[in-house]
């Protein structure tokens, strides 16, 4: 059995950040701009749009802007970063489906194998923060097997609001203890410990693409550190 | 294409009512009653359950109590039933066990593989006034494919509140006509239909059990009607 924390309660529950952790959207929206926009350089814009991620939701967090979804914002941010690479005569319909790439992103290649094997010993969720149908809609795709999908549009919260990580542990009526988050992004595992969840760090070296220099270090903090979730699965004794 | 209404739009989700009409929650409380308390009527109890169903939630709908997850309002109707079968002394883990007999429903015969075909045409998701966790435990053990579930838990309304059928349009992006309600209960479909959605009534005459005659009749007012999940998926084209 699997314990966490002084209680030695069993771990039940691994709640997953999806961007960057599960899936690989850096890539996939090179993928997406080689074959839509080919003179442009898509290892920038992709970094260019998501940029404008954790900006915009800070406004939704600090009650700047009402309850936004991330599709929305995505948009927003879209249509600020085009113009900068020459595609500002992008049309609407255009537009609305390149938005609509984080629904598409292709998971990292060892993820789904994981998953599985994560899935025969614990229960699995989404803790993302985006939308309910971007996260339906790529795990129809991508075949991720999610026990349940859950968002900070449940919570009409987003990360790191503890709203979400505290969410994950009511939603399925077990201590936070009981439920590992399970991300590549440090700030997110802090604010899960605080609320005392356990964590795992997945070491994502290129999540920003292969000029960025991505920190993956090890961190003491977090319970976990796994190469990938084959190797988190091997850690979990699935 | 499958079109509904005069502006025919693609048919595009099946958002389906679960207690009933894809799980047979009689059937299965009567099993569990049969294993654990073989002397009670178990029958009669299910009923007299699921009896307390309408009028707790109906107290959520009206104001009258906050905010209730199906698992807390099933609780509180099972310690008033208890005692009308001779079962008022059951200790509170038996008690609480029973209560999660709502997580380990049975599917119908035909619902699963019903489910597989309609999922390779369109995106299925739940629409229960059971919570998400439960309703993620029932889809796990019973290997039911849902690319989302969605709940009242989500909308923090209760069907037939039009929240919760606006809702399910709201979440994947399309228009209320663009999905259709798959309900073994004529009052769901009614108010899904006055939201503007497209109506399958599904008929589960056994869904009470043998003694109480259900109405299954066909009704003019809903686009289709289906003796099961897999006629659905012949009239459906899947």
Redesign the interface.
Not at 147 to 150: C, G, Q
């Given at each position: 059995m699997v314990t966490t924390g002084p209680g030695s309660v069993p771990l039940e529950i691994l709640a997953f950040d999806v961007f960057g952790t599960v899936v690989d959207w850096h890539g996939s929206i090179v993928a997406e701009m080689a074959a839509i926009a080919p003179g442009v350089d898509g290892d920038a814009f992709a970094n260019a749009w998501r940029e404008g991620y954790q900006p915009a939701m800070a406004r939704v967090r600090s009650g700047e802007l009402g309850w936004t979804r991330i599709?929305d914002l995505h948009r927003s941010i879209l249509d600020a970063v085009l113009p900068r690479f020459g595609l500002g005569a992008m049309p609407e319909a255009e537009r609305r489906r390149l938005n609509l790439v984080w629904h598409r992103l292709d998971p990292w290649p060892e993820a789904v194998a994981g998953l599985h094997r994560l899935k025969s010993r614990f229960?699995l969720?989404t803790l993302s923060n985006g939308?309910?149908?971007l996260?339906?809609?790529m795990?129809?795709r991508a075949a991720l097997p999610w026990?349940?999908?859950?968002s900070a549009?449940?919570f009409r919260h987003y990360k790191p609001d503890p709203q979400t990580y505290l969410g994950v542990a009511e939603?399925?009526?077990v201590a936070p203890s009981q439920v590992m988050l399970v991300a590549a992004h440090k700030s997110d595992l802090r604010a899960a410990k605080d609320c005392g969840l356990a964590t795992a760090f997945v070491a994502r070296a290129a999540e920003y693409g292969a000029k960025v220099r991505n920190d993956v270090s090890p961190d003491p903090a977090f319970d976990l550190h796994a190469s990938g979730f084959d190797d988190l699965a091997d850690q979990l004794g699935c």
């Open positions: 599709d229960r969720c939308n309910l149908g996260l339906a809609n795990a129809r026990d349940l999908i859950l549009e449940v939603v399925f009526d």
